[in-house]
């Protein structure tokens, strides 16, 4: 992109395993922490940055360590989001200054998973029977629950802070990781918007020619086809 900045690209895409076919899926892990931190050293302070993200989520270390280094940066952080940007991919993108969406581009809650399951549905366990009735393991989870929702709502209020209100970061803290909503629920532009954040419509092309690099891995037979390229059109009078 023509934006004097430095790129920086997520992209997260199924990939198939060997001969066999075998589909698994990448993650934000701490390789690409890693690698990401080091990119944003080598980037002048003076000099913005522009990230494209493309990725289901992953490792809340990982997802920290990239918001935390995203937000230290001096120059202005632009996060790109194409497609989807879902659990640690919206932590990221809140470090941001600004994030821009495709029009059908959506992010998604923060909520704590443990395992399969959400934090906060291990903690309504708690409410709904006896205590007695509750296993220790049960117990125990829970516990661990309380303790991940809250250090992620005080992740999340964190970054926000610069951004918004202390009432306001408080309180979209609470909204996006108190579990009100599915794990996968998408969260489209309109509707951060609302929600108080720094959104806007208008991907670069440069953006969609860069995902047009990244694939998805092919099947054997394609389930969506078409020819890429417009079709020159005009209505009949």
């Known amino acids: 992109m023509v934006r004097e900045s430095r790129v920086i690209t997520l992209i997260h895409r199924q990939e198939s395993l060997n001969f066999l076919g075998i589909h698994f899926r990448n993650f934000i892990n701490v390789e690409d922490s890693e690698q990401i931190l080091r990119a944003v050293r080598l980037t002048p302070d003076e000099m913005p940055i522009d990230l ?68 906060e549905s291990i903690i309504e366990v708690t409410k709904i029977k006896k205590v007695e009735d509750i296993s220790d393991n049960t117990l125990i989870m829970a516990d661990i629950a309380h303790k991940a929702i809250r250090q992620v709502r005080h992740f999340i209020k964190q970054i926000l802070s610069s951004k918004l209100s202390e009432e ?18 998408p969260l489209g532009g309109e509707d951060l918007i609302q929600l108080g954040l720094p ?16 694939p998805q891995a092919p099947t054997r037979r394609p389930t969506v086809q078409y020819i890429p390229m417009p079709y020159p059109y005009e209505r009949e009078k």
Request: charged share 20%.
């Open 52 to 119: 494209i993200l493309h990725t289901p989520g992953g490792l809340v270390l990982a997802s920290e360590q990239i918001a935390e280094a995203l937000k230290k940066h001096p120059s202005k952080v632009t996060v790109f989001v194409p497609h989807y940007a879902m659990s640690g991919g919206t932590m990221i993108s809140l470090a941001a200054d600004e994030i821009v969406l495709d029009e059908n581009a959506v992010l998604g809650p923060v909520d704590p998973q443990l395992g399969q399951f959400p934090a």
């Open 199 to 214: 959104v806007r419509f208008g991907l670069p092309r440069e953006v969609y020619e860069l995902m047009d690099l990244y």
């Open 168 to 185: 306001m970061a408080e309180q979209l803290a609470n909204v996006l990781s108190d579990g009100r909503w599915t794990h996968d629920c």
